[in-house]
């Protein structure tokens, strides 16, 4: 029977929920695989099925695993789709959605910026991977945006692979095993400065939204900071609380 270290304070599935996490986060359990049978895991911590069962529920409701009827529960993974309906809260006027194609316009490992480095955890002068890109849709530029990332977790990518793809989260998690389960984001409305109105065909100085995204693992270590200076001219941000 393992031992679960937790505070007594947390409730028994709660504390399991934790333990399954920490497995899924060493990668002893990749996105796409099934978890032992709910009797088995069970009987691995010494805990009812009941129990079992509340924290793998926990874990669904939060998008960590999907139970399937009939197979069992598998630790969820990324498709373009799905990460970006997700994550992409822009919409038209009308309310309808935006498949937005993007355009990479610098990849460089550098020096993070003290923003970049605060965001992301990381000491001063750390290096990071940028990534600058366009995102247009229908036609017409609506995101001028950089992606920091820690150039160490994800070594290589400031070169390879050749071509990104239009959604980098499934990037993150094919490649570098790291999962984004959430994203905390911080929206202003601001001036343009001169390189993102070039890019959006904007004056300097017309407004946009800003938007700070630090995207976290299921741990709650972050992942990504990315900063989007957007063009809101015929949509708006959406989100459900």
């Known amino acids: 029977m393992s031992e679960l270290a937790r505070p007594i304070a947390l409730p028994l599935h709660r504390q399991l929920r934790d333990l399954l996490i920490a497995r899924i986060e060493s990668g002893e359990w990749t996105p796409g695989t099934y978890l032992p049978s709910e009797t088995r ?11 079992l069962r509340k924290a793998l529920l926990d874990l ?6 999907a139970r399937r009827q009939g197979k069992g529960t598998v630790v969820t993974s990324h498709d373009s789709d799905a990460v970006l309906f997700r994550f992409f809260n ?10 937005p194609e993007s355009r990479v316009s610098a990849r460089q490992q550098r020096r993070a910026t003290p923003a970049e480095a605060e965001a992301l955890g990381l000491p001063a ?19 001028h945006e950089v992606i920091a990332l820690d150039a160490t977790r994800f070594a290589g990518l400031e070169c390879q692979p050749e071509l990104l793809p239009n959604t980098l989260y499934q990037l993150y998690q094919v490649l570098f095993g790291a999962t984004v389960h959430r994203a905390h984001e911080r929206i202003t409305a601001e001036p ?11 004056a300097p100085g ?15 270590k972050p992942l990504e900071y990315r900063v989007s200076w957007v063009n809101t001219r015929g949509l708006h941000y959406e989100t459900d609380v």
Request: no cysteine.
């Open 125 to 143: 002068g750390a290096s990071v991977i940028a990534v600058e890109r366009v995102r247009e849709a229908d036609g017409v530029p609506i995101i």
């Open 206 to 220: 017309d407004p946009v939204l800003k938007i700070a995204r630090v995207a976290v693992d299921f741990g709650g």
């Open 41 to 51: 895991l069970a009987e691995q911590y010494g805990v009812s099925v009941g129990t």
């Open 192 to 202: 343009a400065p001169a390189g993102s109105a070039a890019e959006l065909g904007l």
């Open 90 to 99: 822009l919409r038209r006027t009308d309310g309808s959605t935006l498949q």
């Open 60 to 65: 669904a409701q939060e998008g960590i695993v």
